[in-house]
């Protein structure tokens, strides 16, 4: 009947201080997505979530609402009026490893939505689709900031501060980025909260250190919008110092992004809620072959170039 695909997604500059009203940039992954894909099914059954990459079936009724992407569905059909829910069957599959800072959940979310607004044949703007799946993120990981449903509902790259609107974000020009996957799954809600604990404990250590993410941040908007490629790469390393004084890198992490930079990569941090993940670098185009073998030859379980445009 319908189908739909949502990016996946990649922090560039501020997570984990973003959750304290600093800035982030955030931007869409190319080459990874989820898709849902709505089909109709048995009659008088309402709606059923088939998702074979967790080994889930679920039917959406008021007692599947711990269940995130079947809390999100039903939240999605009041939205859409669909009372009582059509006989239909959404099938979720995607290529985003799970737990790895590249919004595997909020990219499953927003598959669902768009699809079954399609299958309904109505309209969603961006915004409606990026509060739908918010929902499902609060399900997903406790306080979240609202980066991942906000960059991948718009599907561009977006200047992100909690609590107002998301700015599309101009490039001078294509960022050409290497991710490396640690290959070890991290929830983020575990990192966050641990964050949350360590500011509550030492709060004035803490906000010292949002402020400098803050104070990198804004400098990465200024090198991006001037295209200063090796200013940039300076200011993901320094990012990345600033999230190992967090505490929310891993020796996996910090093992990969110094083979990135030994490799010839202009910079290189994690990305996401770290402690596993995803770390990215960036290259000249010339050289993300060299970085992406890199990666691989350090443990990366995976590899694989992208250009942010």
Not at 153 to 181: H, M, N, S
Not at 211 to 229: C, F, K, L, P
Not at 275 to 280: A, K, L, P
Request: charged letters at 15%; proline letters at 6%; glycine letters at 10%.
């Amino acid at each position: 009947m319908f189908q739909a695909s949502a990016p996946g997604k990649i922090i560039l500059f501020g997570e984990h201080a973003v959750v304290y009203g600093r800035p982030a940039i955030a931007a869409p992954v190319t080459g990874v997505q989820a898709t849902a894909t709505v089909t109709p099914g048995r009659p008088g059954h309402g709606l059923v979530l088939e998702l074979p990459d967790v080994g889930q079936r679920v039917a959406v009724t008021a007692d599947s609402a711990q269940q995130p992407l079947a809390h999100l569905a039903a939240l999605a059909l009041h939205a859409l009026a669909l009372d009582p829910p059509p006989a239909w069957v959404v099938t979720v599959r995607s290529t985003i490893p799970l737990a790895s800072g590249l919004g595997s959940g909020a990219a499953a979310a927003t598959a669902i939505v768009t699809a079954l607004a399609g299958a309904a044949g109505v309209a969603l703007d961006p915004a409606q689709v990026s509060a739908l799946v918010y929902e499902s993120e609060k399900r997903f990981h406790g306080t979240p900031s609202g980066v991942d449903n906000t960059v991948i509902a718009y599907g561009q790259p977006v200047w992100f501060v909690r609590g107002q609107a998301p700015e599309p974000f101009a490039l001078r020009r294509p960022l050409t980025l290497v991710i490396g996957d640690t290959g070890i799954a991290s929830p983020t809600s575990i990192a966050v909260g641990d964050v949350r604990r360590a500011w509550q404990a030492e709060p004035a250590r803490s906000e010292a250190l949002f402020d400098d993410i803050s104070e990198t941040t804004w400098a990465a908007r200024r090198a991006i919008e001037e295209g200063d490629g090796a200013t940039l790469g300076r200011l993901l390393d320094r990012n990345h110092g600033a999230l190992q004084a967090l505490g929310v890198s891993s020796a996996e992490l910090d093992r990969l992004c110094r083979a990135a930079r030994q490799a010839g990569a202009l910079g290189a941090k994690l990305s996401g809620g770290g402690r596993g993940g995803n770390m990215i670098a960036l290259t000249a185009p010339a050289q993300a072959s060299q970085v992406t073998a890199a990666l691989l030859a350090a443990g990366a379980t995976r590899a694989f170039a992208t250009q942010i445009a």
